[in-house]
């Protein structure tokens, strides 16, 4: 029930929800953590566009953005099937996540 009226909130607004007290919004802007942003083909319930506008929250962090489209995946993709495709935006994770340096 939370989570359903907080993405209401959000899709309305275009913004996170106060989280029990906490203002995600500037939350965001403060983490400096790598992010590799990944967006489907085909997904209507989170287009390019919506990832989009939620990377530019994220002002302090390194941002990868990635699109995973159905020629990659050679497989039709939405919101849920994508992970029967799942093979090479999983090598595509681990790479990311293999480039990383581990914090001092």
Same mark, same amino acid.
């Given at each position: 029930?939370?989570?359903? +009226? ?8 275009? +913004?996170?929800?106060? !989280? %029990?007290?906490? %203002? /995600? ?5 403060? !983490?400096?953590?790598?992010?590799l942003a990944v967006s489907m083909d085909d997904d209507s319930f989170t287009? @390019? /566009?919506? !990832?989009? @506008?939620?990377?530019?929250? $994220?002002? /302090? ?5 990635? +699109? ?8 039709? $993709? %939405? ?6 495709? *799942? *093979?090479? $935006?999983? +090598?595509?994770? /681990?790479?990311?996540?293999?480039? !990383?340096?581990?914090?001092?």
């Open positions: 029930r939370g989570v359903i +009226r907080d993405w209401a909130y959000t899709a309305r607004t275009g +913004r996170f929800p106060s !989280l %029990d007290g906490v %203002d /995600a919004e500037a939350a965001v802007r403060r !983490l400096t953590t790598p992010v287009p @390019h /566009a919506t !990832l989009d @506008h939620l990377c530019a929250k $994220l002002t /302090a962090a390194p941002v990868t953005r990635a +699109r995973y489209t159905v020629a990659e995946a050679g497989a039709p $993709l %939405d919101h849920f099937v994508w992970v029967r495709a *799942g *093979g090479p $935006l999983a +090598r595509r994770v /681990a790479d990311f996540a293999a480039a !990383l340096t581990p914090p001092a």
